[in-house]
């Protein structure tokens, strides 16, 4: 069975992104997003990580209507497409190779969108 191999990013809302992402580079170290596919992006020291969702009418993380979008990192995009496909997933192969690789969208069963990443150039492991 094909697995996804981590999150390849956590993309989300806010109102002064640019101030938001120093912040957290700042405080945090979570490096700002690379200004070319010639830069790698941030790296996590591997380890635990949990996922884990809430009630939907939990308050933990702020506002109830939050958006997010997670991106998993997968090795093999079309296999897991295929998978995906076997099972009655509906998901979107985007066509276009981009430096960094490939991607397809779908969206889990309460409609939060989830993003597919193969990794190519500076992220490829």
Do not use: C
């Not at 580079?25 to 990580?49: I, K």
């Not at 069963?109 to 490829?124: K, M, S, T, V």
């Amino acid at each position: 069975m094909e697995k996804v191999l981590g999150i390849g990013g956590f993309f989300f809302r806010a109102k002064e992104p640019d101030a938001l992402a120093r912040w957290y580079a700042g405080h945090l170290g979570v490096a700002l997003p690379p200004e070319s596919y010639d830069h790698r992006s941030w790296e996590q020291q591997q380890g635990a990580t949990v996922f884990a969702p809430f009630a939907a009418t939990s308050d933990y993380f702020g506002q109830i209507d939050q958006q997010w979008m997670i991106n998993f990192r997968v090795r093999d995009l079309q296999a897991m497409v295929a998978q995906l496909t076997a099972a009655g997933i509906a998901i979107e192969v985007d066509t276009e190779h981009y430096p960094n690789g490939w991607f397809a969208r779908l969206a889990d069963p309460e409609g939060n969108p989830i993003q597919l990443w193969q990794a190519e150039g500076a992220d490829r492991d």
